[in-house]
Structure formats: structure tokens, C-alpha cells
């Protein structure tokens, strides 16, 4: 382990980089945890094969906890290295040596805890713009919980640090627990697109259909949940499909709310919703435009359950 100020650093594996063919960009969009079986679809497909010699190195981005997911990337195939940078302050993600480090990498993770400190200490940084030089050479980028919702166009950044709630922002979508920012990540797969994590077992629904609401400004705007344990793999061909034992909801907004005010319920009719369950795939190039099941909010209430 290196401790330098706020930036600690945990390396497993070999140091030496590795220099594969890379067969991405690959995004992976976990919703609660690294699934083994997600990151090893993640590393095949940038490896551009199930069973080769073809190894990654892994840089693990956090601003929070220790090494505990090296181990996790060091037990899936095809892993050459796994290093952990833990960074909490700004200085830390614009040092030159950790930029090297992450622009050298095959697969970037961000790994969970809370994303306002991704906005805080990452967005418009030097690491920042290595991740980027990742995902455009071919490698692949991902996230779990928190690295999940920062990987959208626009980010549920949590920046009050109190999550929103579903049934309190439902109640008043102006709720200052509903913070939206833009400007980190612009993944072509993901444009106009707010991604939302354990989605059916802590109930997000309904949040985030507030923050689809109220970023609408006449341009169609889609939210994806994931739901614990279920992972989305994004390929070049910007399908992705769903791994794991739960399921991935695609929501569309293509229109303002009926009732959008401070202090009011919401209220949303014919809000487009698509399930996708393991096996199944999204096309984010070409995004569906039927067999949508249609659900109201009225006052603030679901007219169905919605998952």
C-alpha cells in the first residue's frame, strides 16, 4: 500500500502494464455490487474472447474504503492487475502519475459509496479525462451503486449527502434532496440518459421518474434502473445486455408533467416503461419504441405497481 496525503493506493497483481488488443469500448452497469459474472462479460468482450491468453490491467477508482475489490477482479479471468486508488481530495485525481496510471489501464471501475464525492474530486480532472482515453482506445468502464449513477448523461449526484427518497420527492418533486447535475461522463450509449441503482429492493422508482421529470425541456429523456445483483454490458454496438438475477427498467419521458410544482404531488401521465430481465437486450442506438407497458402517477401515486 502507498499513502500520499489524501490519495492511497493498493496494487495486486503485477506492476509491469500489459498491452492486449482491445475489442471495446464496453460499458458495465451494475446496480448494488461488482457481480463476478458481469465483470467477467465486461473483460471478454475487451479482451475479444472467453478463452485466450489476452490479460487487462484493472485500475479501481473509490472515494471511500480500502482494496477490497481487488481480490473480487483478481479472481475473474484475464486479469493481469487490479490497483486501487483511493482518492479524496482534487489534487490527488490531477497528479500526473495517477492520470498515467489510469489512462494505462484496460477496465476503470468505480467502485460504490457516495457519488458526490466523484463530482467533487473527479469531474473536470486529469483522471477524469484518462477514463475517458480508456473507454475511446477500447477498454472498458464501469461502476456499482454510486460508480453506476455517475455513469449517466445526467447524474442523480446525492450532493445534499441525504438520498432521495421515493415517496418524499413523489410528494414534492422540488424536494431539495433531488439534485441533478451534467457534465461529467458523455458515453455515446448513455446520452439523455440518468441512470439509477437498487432499483427495485430500495423502491427508486418513483425518484426517478421525479428526476426525469424535472430535467425534461422538450427533448425526450430515459432513465435506466438496475436493480441488486444484475448488471447491463454495454458492446461497440451499443447493445447491452442484462446479466443477472434481476432486471433492468428502461423509463421514457417525451412530455411535461401535468402537475410539476413546488410543494405539489406529481403528477405524470403515460410514462413509457420497458422490463428487461437476464439474457434480454437494450439497443441504446436504436431505442425501442414499442411493447412499452404504460404507467400515471397521480398525486404523487403510482397508478400500478410499477415493477
Same mark, same amino acid.
Given at each position: ?80 492487475? /487490479?490497483?486501487?486508488? %483511493? =482518492? !479524496? +481530495?482534487?489534487?490527488?485525481?490531477? &497528479?500526473?502519475?495517477?492520470? #498515467?496510471? *489510469? ?85 455515446? /450509449?448513455?446520452?439523455? %440518459? =440518468? !441512470? +439509477?441503482?437498487?432499483?427495485?429492493? &430500495?423502491?427508486?422508482?418513483? #425518484?426517478? *421518474? ?98
Amino acid at each position: 500500500m502507498i499513502l500520499v496525503a489524501a490519495l492511497a493506493v493498493f496494487l495486486a497483481g503485477n506492476r509491469a502494464d500489459v498491452h492486449p488488443r482491445l475489442h471495446g469500448p464496453v460499458l458495465n452497469l451494475a446496480g448494488s455490487s461488482a457481480e463476478p459474472t458481469g465483470l467477467q462479460a465486461m473483460i471478454d468482450s475487451v479482451r475479444g474472447c472467453t478463452d485466450c491468453p489476452a490479460r487487462v490491467d484493472v485500475v479501481v477508482i473509490r472515494a471511500s474504503g480500502d482494496q477490497e475489490l481487488n481480490p473480487v477482479f483478481m479472481a475473474v479471468k484475464g486479469v493481469d492487475s /487490479a490497483e486501487t486508488f %483511493v =482518492i !479524496t +481530495d482534487r489534487d490527488s485525481a490531477n &497528479r500526473h502519475d495517477v492520470e #498515467r496510471s *489510469v489512462r494505462n489501464a484496460e477496465i476503470v471501475w468505480f467502485a460504490g459509496g457516495d457519488q458526490c464525492n466523484y463530482i467533487r474530486w473527479i469531474k473536470g480532472t486529469r483522471v477524469e479525462r484518462a477514463v475517458e482515453r480508456v473507454f475511446k482506445r477500447g477498454g472498458g468502464v464501469g461502476g456499482n451503486s454510486a460508480g453506476l449513477a455517475i455513469q449517466g448523461d445526467i447524474a442523480y449526484d446525492a450532493c445534499p449527502d441525504v438520498s432521495a427518497n421515493s415517496k418524499d420527492v413523489l410528494a414534492n418533486p422540488f424536494s431539495r434532496d433531488v439534485s441533478l447535475s451534467t457534465g461529467f461522463f458523455r458515453w455515446p /450509449a448513455l446520452r439523455g %440518459v =440518468i !441512470t +439509477d441503482t437498487h432499483f427495485h429492493q &430500495r423502491d427508486r422508482f418513483g #425518484r426517478t *421518474v421525479v428526476f426525469l421529470a424535472r430535467w425534461f425541456s422538450g427533448r425526450p429523456i430515459y432513465g435506466i434502473g438496475v436493480d441488486e445483483e444484475t448488471s447491463v454490458i454495454v458492446t461497440p454496438d451499443q447493445k447491452g445486455k442484462v446479466i443477472g438475477a434481476g432486471a433492468a427498467y428502461l423509463l421514457l419521458v417525451d412530455h411535461a408533467a401535468g402537475v410539476l410544482e413546488h410543494g405539489k404531488p406529481l403528477t405524470y401521465r403515460n410514462l413509457k416503461v420497458w422490463k428487461f430481465t437476464a439474457g434480454e437486450t437494450i439497443d441504446f442506438g436504436h431505442r425501442p419504441t414499442s411493447g412499452y407497458r404504460i404507467l400515471d402517477v397521480l398525486d404523487g401515486k403510482f397508478s400500478a405497481d410499477p415493477y
